[in-house]
């Protein structure tokens, strides 16, 4: 988390902005923060997160800042800088993970990392479900390739 505001801040805004965009863009889960093991923050794990950050700028909450970023670095928590960099306006084009729509982007591997964090999290109740989702996303040949092909990774990688 201190490294984002740090961004922010570095790239023109006010120490107050900078916590207010990114607590809103977690609270909107547009930017997902997820522990190293691929387990998505849910609601009860992120609202003690936003608070954080919403205690930033002021400095004067009961929240210890720096011990709480620490419990977040010792659990290996984090978010994907690209989507963080693209919701913030701070990417400049140059990234390969750039967003451009209608063009297939994201390798298997951060495919099958998202399903399995979307299948402990509930959001697809198996590896099935999970390539059909996010087969349109995968390069291959047809959307029923990727999907036996992405579905056949998820499996694997959760065993």
Known sequence: MPEMLAALIANGRTEHEAATELARALE???????????????????APVIDLIKAFPSRSSSIN?????????????????????????????????????????????????EGLAGIRSGRWANAHKAAQDLAHRAEGAS???????????????MS
């Open 65 to 113: 800042t720096d011990e709480a970023s620490q419990r977040l670095a010792d659990g290996g928590a984090g978010a994907w800088r690209f989507q963080f960099e693209l919701v913030c306006g701070l990417s400049q084009g140059e990234s390969k993970a750039e967003f451009v729509p209608n063009r297939r982007i994201t390798t298997d591997e951060d495919l099958v990392v």
């Open 28 to 46: 909107d889960r547009a930017i997902v923060l997820a522990y190293r093991n691929g387990h998505v923050f849910n609601s009860e794990d992120l």
């Open 143 to 157: 959307y029923d390739s990727s999907v036996q092909r992405l579905g056949q990774k998820i499996r694997k990688a």
